[in-house]
Structures are given as C-alpha cells and as structure tokens.
C-alpha cells in the first residue's frame, strides 16, 4: 500500500471562487478520503435579521449570496408574507418569476464558464461570460443593478417592467438563447469534455435521495425533483418540467445546467407573453403578526428553504435560512473518494458550491 | 467544426469590451448610481433616516442638516421611495472611489449651504 498523505484543497485555490477548505487523504494520486471543513465566511447575518426591522431585513437577505440575490430577497419576502398571510398581486408574481429566472439563467452562464475554465477551457470561459454580460444588462435596465437587484419588497416588487423594456428584454433574451444553444452544442459533444466528465464523481440515485441533495446536482442523478413544481409565484401557470439527466456524473451535472439555461429563458419569454396588467405590491397592515412560517424556493444552486417566526412586533423573533450548498456538501464525501486528485477541481464545481449562501 | 459560427460571428462582431475610462459606459435611466437631495424640496421629516437599512442617513434638526454617509450607503433606494415629497434623487452616474470616510452635508435653505465634496479621488502628491 503506498503511504497516505493528507493534502489541503482551498480554502484559497484557483478553481474556488469562495474560501472552503477539503482535506484530501490520498494515496499517489488518488483520493480515497475527503473532510469538509466549512466556516470561513460566516458573517452572522441570520442573528442581525433579528434585530433590524422586518422591511431592512430585505437588503441584508440580499447579501447572502451575490449570484442569486435577487432570489434571496424575494425568498425572505416570500415567507414574511406568509406570516400574515398576505395574497400578492398577479403581476408581481410574474415579475417575481422573470427575476428570478433572469438570475438563473446568468447563475448558470457563471457556473459553465467556471466549469469550462477549470477544464482549461478558457475561451469557452470568455464566450459564456461574454453572454452573461447581456443577461446583467437586461437586470440592470429593468432592476436597476447588475448585482443587488433589491426589486423585492413585503407585498410585491418595487419596480415594473413596461413595454420598451419588455421588448428589450425579449429581443436579448432570444438572442442569448441562440448563442448559447450554439456553445452548448459545443461544450456537450466535446472529445476532450468528455473525457474529464464522464464517469467522474458518480453519485447514485438511491445515494442522491439518501445524502439529501437538491438543485440540479440531485436531477443530475435522475430524480425528478424541483421546487417550482409547487407553483408558487407564476411557476403553477407557466408550462415547466424538471430536466434530468441519467448518468449522476460530473457529465450529467453539465447537461442538466445546460439545459436548465434555456429552459430559464423560455420561462421568461413565456412570463413575459402571459403577465397580466395590474397592482405590482400590496399593502402589508401592521406588523408581521406572532406566527410561523416556512417557505421553499427553487435557487439556481437547488432549494432555498427560509423559517421565520414572528413575536407581533416589527423585528422577527427567529429567521432561519438553509441553502442548497449546505444540502450538497455531503455528497463529496461519496463522489470524491476513488477519483484522481487532477479531478477534484471539476468534481467539486459541480455541485455549483456557494459558500457565502452556506455559511450566512 | 461545431464552434465555427461563434468564431466567424466574433470575428466580424468587434470587441464586446470598452475602451474604459475612455469610452465610458452609458448607464441605464434606472440604474442606482447615488442618491442626492434636493435641499428646497426637504422638510426634514425623517423618514428617510428611519427607513434606510444601512443607518447611512442622519438628520440633525438644531442645525437643519441632512447628512449622508456614502461609504455606508447601499443605493437601495428605500429613501428615495420613502420621501413624501420627492426631496431625494437617485442619480445614475456612480460614484468614484475615494480613500476618505466623509460624510456630505445637505443644508435646509435657512441655513448657511454647506457641501463637503465627497466622492471625488483626491490627487496624492508624492
């Protein structure tokens, strides 16, 4: 047996974009075990949420994650909501949906071009970052940021989207969908993808369901899982179907963000086609009344699940926020053991890791 | 062969950069640059300061000052929302950077007018 040696992976390492540290026993070049060590970045934001006012808490929620902010604000209004309960408009709930798809569809543009660069393909890299560009325009045009979109508010949204901007809007939508069908053709038929994807970090159906994975990791492995299947907002009247991928390998997850990025785009056009006119916020009354409350949302990484307690006044008792990451994590120590240490790299992107969401 | 239609579109596209500061990039009519008051239109009220969730705004009524902190300043554009009387503006320029914590002070027209410039990159002499 050769001699085993315990190698650092992160927390600071070129594929990482967010500090995680993986203590990587090998023996030669192989992995055959693997610790997690989390907690560089936590921030304490769950404790402060309780002692803003309920309305602040919005742009702190925001902050959690700076790829799905948008998400995470409308998340945290979502279950504030609840607590009453308060019923939104019509139009806020396609406008909720349009941002949240909108964010999806630049998530997943980031993690491929992360993905594709961590295979030492970098000008696949510029071409998904170049077309992610658009997506930012379009956010900040209707949102007002690229980044922290801050469109969300108790009872609604803040900002509308009218004519000029729809139009907009579809046209960039429509051609980023082409652009990026064309290099999705690209990057799944590639000899050389291929060969550093397929059959690396296989994770099981049955060790998928088991380990508690979610997003597109979990659909990757062939279960037919997602959280917008609830409805909630404007998903119950858009036509959606979870994608899914057979193989439950590095691969797979690859296929299924692709297609999960035109899906997004087609749910935007068709919100975009079917939004209603009308109120985009409703009036909360009051304070958020002493109650519970737990909301479940589909973020681009998986399921966003928020818990909020209210005590009658304007502060939350308890805000409870569990990220899809944190669900994720578990399932290196099943998909990492038994590869080759020069694998490690795309294996752990391809969870879609956001540190910043997990740690809080 | 697969990737040719991206590289003959790029090839006569032209560069998707600009040629930054020179070319500086137009912002949208919506985007959150900074905020500005508009010093006749303000009452001192209050309401801006109460609701802003980053504490970046002070109102100090003895002297009529409405200070603004752009350092803690998020651009989230709740005082702008919040004003009953459209004293606050969101301006789609951004900010330079600046190496100072300064505040801006923004005096009601009884008062003497004071602005601090913030926001500006202060020349270092060497």
Known sequence: ?360 | MSMLSTVVSNLFGGPATLMYPVKPREPHARTRGQIALNESLCDGCGNCARRCPAVAIEIVKEKKQWILYPDRCIICEVCADACNRNAIEVLPKWRTPFYKREQIVFQSKGGKEVKEKAGECPVEEV
Request: proline fraction near 6%; include cysteine; aromatic fraction near 6%.
């Open chain 1, 1 to 360: 047996m050769a001699p085993r040696t315990i190698t650092p992976f992160g927390p600071q390492h070129p594929v990482l974009p967010e500090p995680i540290q993986l203590k990587l026993t090998l023996e030669d070049e192989k992995v055959v075990d693997v610790l997690p060590a989390i907690g560089y970045g936590h921030r304490g934001i769950e404790k402060a949420c309780e002692l803003n006012e309920y309305p602040k808490n919005i742009y702190l929620c925001e902050r959690i994650c700076g790829i799905c902010s948008a998400i995470h604000g409308m998340t945290y209004c979502d279950v504030v909501e609840k607590l009453w309960p308060l019923e939104i408009p019509p139009r806020a709930k396609y406008l909720r949906t349009i941002w949240a798809e909108m964010s999806r569809t630049h998530s997943h543009l980031l993690w491929l071009g992360l993905a594709v660069d961590a295979l030492g393909f970098e000008s696949m890299f510029m071409q998904y970052w170049r077309i992610r560009e658009k997506v930012l325009d379009i956010l900040e045009m209707t949102a007002g940021h690229r980044v922290t979109q801050s469109v969300a508010v108790v009872g609604g949204v803040r900002r509308d989207i009218d004519d000029d901007q729809k139009k907009h809007c579809i046209e960039v939508l429509k051609d980023v969908r082409k652009e990026a069908e064309a290099l999705n053709n690209v990057l799944v038929n590639d000899y050389t993808v291929k060969a550093r994807t397929v059959g690396k970090g296989v994770l099981s159906y049955d060790q998928a369901i088991a380990l508690g994975c979610c997003g597109p990791h979990l659909r990757a492995s062939g279960v037919k899982e997602d959280c917008r299947q609830l409805g909630y907002w404007a998903y119950g009247d858009l036509s959606f179907e979870p994608i899914t991928a057979p193989g439950g390998d590095t691969y797979s997850r690859v296929a299924v963000r692709c297609g999960e990025l035109l899906q997004a785009i087609d749910l935007q056009l068709e919100a975009f086609a079917k939004m209603p006119e009308g109120d985009i916020a409703a009036k909360p009354k009051g304070s958020p009344p002493a109650n519970e409350a737990a909301t479940r949302i589909e973020q681009p990484r998986g399921e966003l699940f928020y818990y909020a307690k209210g005590n009658g006044t304007r502060n939350l008792e308890r805000l409870r926020v569990r990220t899809p990451t944190y669900a994720n994590i578990p399932s290196l120590l099943v998909m990492l053991p038994g590869c080759e240490m020069a694998d490690v790299a795309i294996i752990v992107l391809s969870i879609d890791p956001c540190i910043s969401c997990t740690e809080r």
